[in-house]
């Protein structure tokens, strides 16, 4: 079980706006950057989120990141079929471990 | 942008160590900490631990008994070793250097080895 909680899975139809959890404590996202990946099937993860809130260069804004205390959250708004994919939020942790997130499975209906 | 290209043995019995290599090419070790991530099929993600180009490291407390990293600066790669492994332990195995910045106002991106399944079965 992970230590950073996220749903198993989210769905939406095409155009809609689906968000994504991430609960940890103040030892990990309460107290370090929380960054989120993506991963599409059979490829390796890919940061689309990092420090909180930034996207990388070529990162559709649609991908957006928010933090408040120890919760995280990942929206994803106009739905398209290729975001269907693995999310995972992962954070450091006071002790120093890197921490990942169960992952959560996103389904375009 | 730096490749991770990494190589190890694919299939071990029970109680045998499992041994992965990983390249460092387009970029120097020098200066970052690389990981070490699995996934068994199906499941999430898993930090196994990291290496600093000094050699430090920083294992996960849940497999820091048999796992040790190692880097070779002079061949650009760095290695894990996990021991003891069992079925348990079948999983993709990647390198990564998991992280993201703006150096300047240059986007420093993740890179990642393309994995490697290893799979433990008598």
Not at chain 1, 17 to 39: E, K, L
Not at chain 2, 67 to 74: A, C, G, L, R
Not at chain 2, 81 to 91: E, K, M, R, Y
Request: glycine share 10%.
């Amino acid at each position: 079980q992970s230590v950073l909680t996220q749903p198993p899975s989210v769905s939406g139809t095409p155009g809609q706006r689906v968000t994504i959890s991430c609960s940890g404590s103040s030892s990990n996202i309460g107290n370090n950057f929380v960054y989120w990946f993506q991963q599409l099937p059979g490829a390796a993860p890919k940061i689309i989120i990092y420090r909180d809130n930034q996207r990388p260069p070529g990162v559709p804004d649609r991908f957006s990141g928010s933090k408040s205390g120890t919760s995280a959250s990942l929206a994803i708004s106009g739905l398209r079929s290729d975001d269907e994919a693995d999310y995972y939020c992962a954070a450091w942790d006071d002790s120093l471990r890197r921490l990942f997130g169960g992952g959560t499975r996103v389904t375009v209906l | 942008q730096v490749q991770l290209q990494q190589w190890g043995a694919g299939l071990l019995k029970p109680s045998e160590t499992l041994s992965l290599t990983c390249g460092v090419y387009g970029g120097a070790l020098s200066g970052y900490n690389w990981s070490w991530i699995r996934q068994p099929p199906g499941k999430g993600l898993e930090w196994i631990g990291e290496i600093h180009h000094s050699g430090k490291t920083n294992y996960n407390p849940s497999l820091k008994s048999r796992v040790t990293m190692s880097v070779d600066t002079s061949k650009n790669q760095f290695s894990l070793n996990l021991t003891s492994v069992t079925a348990a332990d079948t999983a993709v195995y990647y390198c990564a250097r998991p992280v993201a910045y703006m150096s300047g106002n240059i986007y420093v991106p993740d890179s990642w080895g393309q994995g490697n399944l290893v799979t433990v079965s008598s």
